[in-house]
């Protein structure tokens, strides 16, 4: 069960620290990863961290301004997003995945467990 939080209201150029802490499982064998849908709109990749290499992938659009890391001790899974844009608001999701490859690790379909979202909103 993985359980996110850490979502909230901010202004442009601000910063947030999405966290996601899992239970019930052997977390540093698992790829882990955070996923965004805003109304209207799919659900759409956002990163990710591959357990087999700790590689860690982005979308285009946060390169540069978010960051994800993990602490296996804590199992738990960040996401720090700094100089947020209104265009970054949405639910945010926590997954996991037994994945480890980007093409596999940027697809919906390909994560397993999925966190109950935490709700981000950007203000102009």
């Known amino acids: 069960q993985l359980q996110a939080s850490g979502g909230g209201l901010v202004q442009s150029g601000g910063s947030l620290r999405l966290s996601c802490t899992g239970s019930?499982?052997?977390?540093?064998?698992?790829?882990m990863g955070w996923f965004r849908q805003a109304p209207g709109k799919e659900r759409e990749f956002v990163a990710a961290?591959?357990?087999?290499?700790?590689?860690?992938y982005y979308r285009d659009s946060v390169k540069g301004r978010f960051s994800i890391s993990r602490n296996n001790a804590r199992d738990t899974v960040y996401l720090q997003m700094n100089n947020l844009e209104p265009g970054d608001t949405a639910v945010y999701y926590c997954a996991a995945s037994g994945y480890y490859s980007y093409s596999d690790l940027t697809s919906a379909v390909k994560w397993t467990d999925w966190g109950q979202g935490t709700l981000v909103t950007v203000s102009s």
């Open positions: 961290e591959s357990y087999r290499d700790r590689k860690t």
């Open positions: 019930g499982r052997a977390f540093r064998i698992y790829s």
